[in-house]
């Protein structure tokens, strides 16, 4: 069974500029997240999606980044315009269920945003 | 108040003994609990899930839950240097209905040979 896929691994833009990250969940996975994994911190959630509703958006700073998730599958995140701050890892995961149920996430290799 | 909390560390431990990691949450009814270990450089990977209050083992390794004290730990006998790491510990909260999927700051765990 193949993993989570992201896209790109690396990723180095000057402030101001845009970018955007992919991601390919298990297949048949309902729920999809994107995580903020700021170095030396934990992942902080940015968006959670059950199918293509958005469960939890709260921690995400909505000025700047924006994110969907068409027909349910793949997903992409986009920061526009990036701050030295958004300087981070960005991880997907996907879980097989949602809501109370929810088990074990699964996650891709994640995406290293450097912002200069 | 942060949802969940964890001693960031360092926690350093010889080789053999045992490593006590712990985790406190905010939100009285959640009711899924997890221990996810992360190497430097590398994704979060679960190592424990627990629901119900008490301990469950797996090899090396022993989670407890006390939801009356809001209380997760995470023991990891006999430790090996392989087992450093960063220990990060997740609930499954739904203060509002709305289930979400949060993790703590996590705790490095360095096991000295």
């Known amino acids: 069974e193949a993993g989570v896929a992201q896209s790109p691994r690396y990723k180095i833009i000057e402030k101001r500029q845009s970018v955007a990250f992919w991601c390919n969940p298990i297949s048949g996975h309902a729920t999809l997240y994107w995580y903020q994994q700021i170095l030396g911190q934990g992942p902080k959630l940015l968006i959670q999606f059950q199918n293509n509703g958005v469960v939890d958006d709260s921690q995400l700073p909505k000025d700047r980044f924006s994110a969907e998730r068409l027909k349910g599958v793949d997903s992409t995140l986009k920061i526009q315009p990036a701050k030295l701050e958004d300087s981070a890892v960005y991880l997907c995961?996907?879980?097989?269920?949602?809501?109370?149920?929810?088990?074990?996430?699964?996650f891709g290799e994640g995406s290293r945003l450097t912002v200069l | 108040q942060k949802e969940v909390e964890q001693n960031s560390g360092p926690l350093s431990v010889p080789e053999g003994a045992i490593a006590s990691l712990n985790c406190t949450y905010s939100?009285?009814?959640?009711?899924?609990f997890f221990w996810y270990r992360q190497y430097s450089g590398k994704s979060p990977e679960l190592i424990m899930s627990?629901?119900?209050?008490g301990d469950k083992e797996d090899g090396r390794f022993t989670a407890q839950l006390n939801k009356a004290s809001q209380y997760v730990s995470l023991l990891i006998r006999d430790s090996q240097p392989s087992d450093s790491a960063t220990y990060l510990c997740a609930v499954n909260t739904g203060p509002s209905g709305t289930y979400k999927y949060i993790f703590g700051t996590g705790t490095r765990l360095k096991v000295l040979a």
């Open positions: 995961a996907s879980s097989k269920s949602g809501g109370a149920n929810t088990g074990e996430l699964f």
């Open positions: 939100d009285r009814g959640s009711q899924s």
């Open positions: 627990i629901y119900s209050n």
